[in-house]
C-alpha cells in the first residue's frame, strides 16, 4: 500500500518561509518522480514542482520558480520543498505526489499515480 504523508504546512506571514515534507512508503522511492500540486480556494489544482528519480532534474511552475526548492533523500524515502518568499497567492492545500513510471515532464495530474492527502499553507498579507 502506498502512502505518501505530507508535514510541515502552517500560517505564514507573507515574505516569510516554511518547508513542506513527503513522506513515502510502499513504493519503490529510488525510481519515482517526485513532486507538489496545489489548489488554492476556488482554484484547480496546478502543478508546482517535480524532482525527477535521479534527483538530478527538477521543474517548476513559473509562479514558483527561483522562490521554491524542490529536493530529495533517498535514504529516507523522503521528499521537501523549502518555499521562501511566500505570497498571499501562495495559499493553498499542498499535495505531495509521485509517478513511478520514471517520465518526468508531464505536469498533468493525470500523469501521477499517487496522491498525499494534502497540508494547508495559508500566507497572510
Known amino acids: 500500500q502506498v502512502r505518501l504523508v505530507e508535514s510541515g504546512g502552517g500560517l505564514v506571514q507573507a515574505g516569510g518561509s516554511l518547508r513542506l515534507s513527503c513522506a513515502a512508503s510502499?513504493?519503490?522511492?529510488?525510481?519515482?518522480?517526485m513532486g507538489w500540486f496545489r489548489q488554492g480556494p476556488g482554484k484547480e489544482r496546478e502543478f508546482v514542482a517535480a524532482?525527477?528519480?535521479?534527483?538530478?532534474?527538477?521543474d517548476y511552475s513559473d509562479s514558483v520558480r527561483g522562490r521554491f526548492t524542490i529536493s530529495r533523500d533517498d535514504a529516507k524515502n523522503t521528499m521537501s520543498v523549502q518555499m521562501n518568499s511566500l505570497k498571499p497567492e501562495d495559499t493553498a492545500v499542498y499535495y505531495c505526489?509521485?509517478?513511478?513510471?520514471?517520465?518526468?515532464?508531464?505536469?498533468?495530474?493525470?500523469?501521477?499515480?499517487?496522491w498525499g492527502q494534502g497540508t494547508q499553507v495559508t500566507v497572510s498579507s
Open positions: 505526489v509521485a509517478d513511478i513510471s520514471r517520465h518526468f515532464g508531464d505536469r498533468h495530474p493525470d500523469s501521477f499515480d499517487y
Open positions: 510502499g513504493l519503490t522511492f529510488t525510481t519515482a518522480t
Open positions: 524532482i525527477s528519480w535521479s534527483g538530478r532534474t527538477t
